[in-house]
């Protein structure tokens, strides 16, 4: 049995990016059930970092991510991002939410603009103006188009690189407690280490169940994407993120001819292998009829992934109080990409026992945000 000072369940982007700044310090073994990193959540996600989402917290580690995450690759990878503006649209009932959302993006220093129903539609052609759809806007022009595999693939590298060493196709069924060790069980191999990280994501309290750890209450919620072709003949590459400010839908394009688009569906899951729903595909086809004048004639593709909640909706990065080297890193929602360079960060200092740094703190940032023990009550 091959021992290692760390062990990471979960080859998304959370266990990946966490494990790839633990291996230039120690030992890491990442296990994955899958056969390939991001098979579940990180695998179907849009990866598009802007502020339209979360709560201050969210937001926080969104804006202190943003600069690690448009840094030029040092070697020859994939560019992982590029800059891609977003519009948050709102209908005239909506403005004091948008007016809210302008806020949020000047105390972040973002570079962006608000602007009318007309405006908005010279950027985004296909939006229907008016007091019933998008009546004002605000433009980012700081959003990130993440590229998902290669941030995943990134990190593997890394992982390697420093000698961490990833198994997949390795579910791990049985978890023990030896002397100081976690012994680790997968179908045909055994490893152990005095930590071990649960990046399971909607499987979190599932593992924690593996070793008698209090869940936590992880809820996994669906989320559906499809892909159509934008109107015959036209480069929509160029277009902007268009996400509706409250309910409704966001869609953005995939290439020259093709654009994405999601309800913002929340219905809660088990964990599961997930598998759009037709009422979800049937949804967000009405709504984007509804809201431009694009016709959703052929649906070339569509997929659902569970996004993963504490109930509080923040990030849970810390040791269980009830169980010794055992590192929760779970629940980062709708953001885990444009938030894993800080939480990534966040999860190295409190596994390695780091003083608290400075910049998180001068952010309001403190341990006790994500620590699990806030959920126990
Ligand atoms: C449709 C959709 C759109 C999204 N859009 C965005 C976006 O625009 N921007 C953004 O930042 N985020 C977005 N997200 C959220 C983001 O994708 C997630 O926050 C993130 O992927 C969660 O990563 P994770 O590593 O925690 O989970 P996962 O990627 O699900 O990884 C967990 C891994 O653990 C493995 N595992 C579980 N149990 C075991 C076990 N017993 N043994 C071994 N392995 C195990 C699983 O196989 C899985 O691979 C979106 C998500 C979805 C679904």
């Known amino acids: 049995m091959t021992r290692y000072d760390i062990c990471v369940i979960g080859a998304g982007i959370a266990g990946l990016s966490l494990a790839a700044r633990l291996a230039e310090h120690a030992s890491v073994l990442v296990v994955e059930a899958e056969s390939a ?35 030029d690759p040092s070697d020859d990878r994939a560019r992982p991002a590029e800059v891609h503006s977003a519009l948050h649209i709102a ?17 972040f220093g973002c570079d962006f603009e608000r602007l009318s129903g007309e405006e908005a539609a010279e950027i985004a052609p296909a939006l229907k103006i008016g007091p019933e759809h998008c009546h004002s806007a605000i ?8 590229d998902a595999d290669a941030m995943l693939q990134g990190h593997v590298r890394d992982i390697r690189a420093h000698g961490g060493r990833l198994e997949f196709s390795s579910a791990v069924r049985k978890i023990a407690r030896a002397g100081e060790d976690w012994v680790i069980d997968t179908e045909s191999d055994s490893f152990s280490a005095p930590i071990l990280i649960n990046a399971a994501g909607a499987w979190a309290d599932a593992v ?21 072709s934008g109107p015959e003949g036209s480069n929509v590459s160029h277009w902007p993120f268009v996400k509706t400010v409250g309910a409704g839908f966001y869609m953005l394009p995939e290439g020259a001819g093709q654009l994405l688009a999601s309800p913002m569906d929340e219905g809660a899951s088990e964990p599961c292998d997930a598998a759009p729903e037709e009422f ?24 659902a992934g569970l996004r993963s ?9 810390g040791f269980a109080k009830d169980a010794p080297g055992f590192f929760w890193c779970a629940g980062q929602g709708g953001a885990g990409f444009q938030t894993s360079p800080a939480l990534s960060r966040i999860g190295e200092v409190l596994v390695r026992g780091e003083e608290w740094p400075g910049e998180l703190a001068a952010q309001g940032l403190t341990p006790a945000l994500f620590s699990p023990a806030r959920l126990s009550a």
């Open 280 to 303: 979800d595909i049937a949804t967000i086809a009405h709504r984007i009829e509804e809201a431009t004048r694009l016709k959703v004639a052929r649906i070339t593709h569509s997929w």
């Open 91 to 107: 209908s005239r009932a909506e403005l004091s939410a948008l007016d809210a959302l302008e806020k949020v993006h000047r105390d």
């Open 139 to 146: 433009l980012d022009h700081g959003s990130l188009k993440l």
């Open 37 to 71: 990193p991001g098979y579940h959540a990180s695998g179907r996600s849009v990866a598009f970092a802007h502020f339209g989402l979360g709560e201050r917290v969210v937001r926080t580690l969104t804006a202190l991510s943003l600069e690690e995450l448009a840094a």
């Open 309 to 317: 909640f504490a109930r509080d909706e923040l990030p849970v990065v």
């Open 208 to 228: 924690a169940g593996m070793i008698g750890a209090r869940p936590i209450g992880i809820e996994p919620r669906r989320r559906t994407v499809i892909s159509f």
